[in-house]
């Protein structure tokens, strides 16, 4: 689509520009960038902001920053280290669980497949496709609330999920449109089309789509 077209190429070259949460955390907490410790930051973000999962992610990859030292981590101090993520005590289950089965399956490996990575249990379509567009660089769409809500705000799809936005997502870009969507999208929707308080005066798009 021309419309999709015009959006991401304009996007792509002001995404510098943004000074977005997610992109100053990443200078600030350094660790080793990974795609295990992408995977396991991946899995500690859910329904936690921005700064709490990546301080939890630095002092958790201070204690073991690959599968098989994870593994030799007591479920109690992996929690203490990942608090207060929302569930930390699940979360640190799941860390354990998933350090495990990427040693017995995958040799302590995190998969560069869709389908391996989501036969992890507790590795979700949206988590696999964040570990495959940050660690691998691959082509996909990792569809969460901010590429959810502008897709839907552009006109461009109409769902009611970011399940159904996935779906449709996948059936209309081209491999070279997804391409750093989701991290683009992010940095868009956290600094420039806000919820609630969107800058449309400083929208670099706002000739192209509708504006909340």
Known sequence: MKKIDEILKILRQEYPKWRAPAKDLAQNYRYPRTPYTILISTLLSFRTKDEVTFGAA????????NPFDMVRVSRETIARAIYPVGFYNQKAQAVLDVSHELITRFGGKVPKS???LTSIRGVGPKTAKIVLENAYDQSVVAVDTHVHRLFNLWGIVETKTPEQTDKVLGEILEERQKKGLNRILVSFGQTICIPKRARCADCPIAHLVPCS
């Open 58 to 65: 630095h002092r958790l990859f201070a204690l073991a920053d």
């Open 114 to 116: 869709f389908g391996e």
